[in-house]
């Protein structure tokens, strides 16, 4: 499927969510859908043992996991989810991520 430019504009069409990041070899692929002043939507794509390093955010963070598997590590206690498995990542509190197969999520960041 091919990218679309007008996806989170206001476009008011179904989106297969799943189709709206591609994988690729050997890297963490990110689209966003919706950037407001009270938070953002983010898909992405990781190829599998990519991931993201130990960081922390100013605010709550809602992860979805659309398909593969991901451990995401959470002030020190690892979390193993699949398809369908949902996680808060709590504001201020160190995190990481990392793919166990390729793996596709929505992140949902709640600015106030």
């Known amino acids: ?3 679309r430019e007008d996806v ?4 008011a069409r179904p989106e297969k969510l799943v189709d709206l990041v591609s994988y ?3 890297a963490v692929v990110s689209r966003e859908i919706v950037n407001k002043a009270t938070g953002t939507i983010t898909a992405f794509a990781f190829d599998k043992g990519q991931g993201l390093s130990e960081h922390t955010a100013p605010f709550d963070a ?3 996991v659309v398909e593969g598997r991901v451990e995401i590590t959470i ?3 690892a979390h193993l989810l699949g398809q369908g498995d949902m996680i808060i990542m709590p504001a201020h509190k160190p995190h990481a991520l990392k793919a166990h197969d390729r793996f596709k999520m929505l992140l949902v960041m709640i600015r106030s």
């Open 8 to 11: 989170g504009k206001s476009v």
């Open 24 to 26: 690729q070899n050997g």
């Open 75 to 77: 002030a020190g206690t």
């Open 1 to 3: 499927m091919a990218e």
């Open 62 to 64: 809602f992860v979805y």
